[in-house]
């Protein structure tokens, strides 16, 4: 079993930038993709951006990219998420997941473990 706690979320005006971090602990040699997901009231989970074991492949949802920057940090079992140029649109609650199979998934079902997730507002 994997587990997965994300903290750094909060309360930001637009234009702002914050940096989720997601530790991962129990299992976790057996992860190779991590990746950021979001919900925001009343809509469905999106992928927001994910990377693979070593770091060397990237991919984000087009509405982050240029923004938001996912990197790991495998030697602590974290991955982050930095958001800068921060949008009301951007305000949900975002999730950290991991995979087990190689291959970034931008499907949420594609995901073996996730994280409790964190509140991000940005505020007009």
């Known amino acids: 079993q994997v587990q997965l706690v994300e903290s750094g979320g909060g309360l930001v005006q637009a234009g702002g930038s914050l940096r989720l971090s997601c530790a991962a602990s129990?299992?976790?040699?057996?992860?190779?993709?991590m990746s950021w997901f979001r919900q925001a009231p009343g809509k469905e989970r999106e992928f927001v951006a994910g990377?693979?074991?070593?770091?060397?492949?990237?991919d984000y949802a087009d509405s982050v990219k240029g923004r938001f920057t996912i990197s790991r940090d495998n030697g602590e079992n974290t991955v982050y998420l930095r958001m800068n140029s921060l949008k009301p649109e951007d305000t949900a609650v975002y999730y950290c997941a991991a995979r087990v199979s190689t291959g970034i998934s931008t499907i949420q079902y594609g995901y073996n473990y996730w994280g409790q997730g964190t509140q991000v507002t940005v505020a007009s």
């Open positions: 990377i693979s074991r070593s770091g060397g492949r990237t």
């Open positions: 129990g299992y976790t040699f057996s992860i190779n993709v």
